[in-house]
């Protein structure tokens, strides 16, 4: 699909939505803002619903387009970026079920192509998608290229995840030429972090433990973990990364309590072992190395099913 096609379906239509994935990441939101700036430079004027955005990315948000969740009432286009399922638009699918049209733009291997059009390409993110969507580049101006940056650093782990792809150097080369402060993007998103998540990581990382002989790390922590550093589960980000820097596991677990009973689960994967559809077992999803789902049950329990679901791949 190229932008020109998108434009089409939406023009003439009153109520466009641009919305992600439930906890929205780098590259969710800066697929969304970046998507939203470009058609509105085609006359196109759409909103993006999104539940909170993480502290991380407010320089994202500052001065773009953004419309409070409960001032958007009706939607007759649906653009869906970076989300593998309808389930995962969360609060946004009554929206999703309103629109007359609904469009999927995403990377996600499990993408079940769930829109009405349905663009789903291999690429190291949706930004890296919405890139390749334009005809030319003289749509793009510095804000744009600030939010596609965002998106294909976070999402491949700022050019080191085997996602990369030499044209991924290249799209970012030309989005850097457009003045990305690229050295202080990547430092938001990777290095920065407040006092408070730097003590929870010191924590999590005391936690972990191998399992299966070293083939997995893993590591969780609890409401009471989180509460003791005055934290809550945006303040883990990074630490499922830190455990998969380890040499000697295969795959690295982080276990986020969330409520009494449920509990996130973040999978990485240093190995052949797809952690997507370990994911997939709990009606979760992502990307081979990288994956996540939410389980219900005792941590003890949701540890258990995990490990088990990693040993039908061995
Ligand atoms: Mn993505």
Same mark, same amino acid.
């Given at each position: 699909m190229k932008l020109q096609e998108l434009v089409n379906l939406c023009e003439n239509q009153a109520n466009i939505i641009i919305s992600g994935h439930i906890n929205p990441d780098g590259d969710c939101i800066g697929a969304c803002y970046a998507l939203a700036a470009i058609l509105h430079k085609k006359g196109i004027h759409a909103k993006i619903a999104m539940e909170d955005i993480p502290d991380t990315f407010n320089y994202l948000v500052e001065g773009r387009l953004y419309v409070e969740e409960d001032q958007i009432k009706r939607s007759d286009v649906f #653009?869906?970026?970076?989300?593998?399922?309808?389930?995962?638009?969360?609060? /946004?699918?009554?929206?999703?079920?309103?629109?007359?049209?609904?469009?999927?733009?995403?990377?996600? #291997?499990?993408?079940?192509?769930?829109?009405?059009?349905?663009?789903?390409?291999?690429?190291?993110?949706?930004?890296? #998608?919405?890139?390749?969507?334009?005809?030319?580049?003289?749509?793009?101006?510095?804000?744009?290229?600030?939010?596609?940056?965002?998106? #294909?650093?976070?999402?491949?782990?700022?050019?080191? /995840?085997?996602?990369?792809?030499?044209?991924?150097?290249?799209?970012?080369?030309?989005l850097i030429d457009y003045g990305v402060n690229f050295n202080e993007i990547i430092n938001r998103l990777y290095y920065y972090k407040s006092y408070k998540s730097f003590k929870v990581l010191g924590l999590a990382i005391a936690n972990a433990k191998m399992y299966l002989d070293n083939v997995i790390l893993l590591t969780s922590l609890s409401l009471e973990d989180l509460k003791r550093y005055d934290c809550e589960k945006k303040d883990t980000d990074g630490v499922v990364q830190m455990l998969n820097e380890v040499m000697e596991s295969s795959c690295a677990v982080f276990i986020v309590q969330v409520s009494q009973d449920t509990f996130k689960v973040s999978l990485r994967s240093s190995s052949g072992i797809d952690v997507c559809k370990v994911a997939q077992v709990f009606g979760g999803g992502g990307h081979t190395k990288a994956s996540g789902c939410t389980i219900t049950g005792t941590i003890e329990q949701v540890k258990e099913q995990i490990i088990e679901a990693i040993t039908e791949q061995l």
């Open positions: #653009i869906a970026l970076d989300c593998g399922d309808k389930e995962r638009l969360g609060p /946004h699918v009554p929206l999703f079920d309103q629109a007359s049209i609904t469009i999927n733009v995403d990377h996600h #291997i499990s993408n079940n192509h769930f829109a009405d059009y349905n663009h789903v390409v291999e690429a190291s993110s949706t930004c890296e #998608i919405i890139f390749e969507m334009l005809e030319d580049t003289s749509l793009l101006d510095k804000p744009i290229c600030e939010a596609l940056y965002t998106g #294909i650093a976070y999402d491949t782990g700022a050019f080191k /995840h085997c996602n990369t792809t030499r044209r991924t150097y290249e799209i970012a080369g030309t």
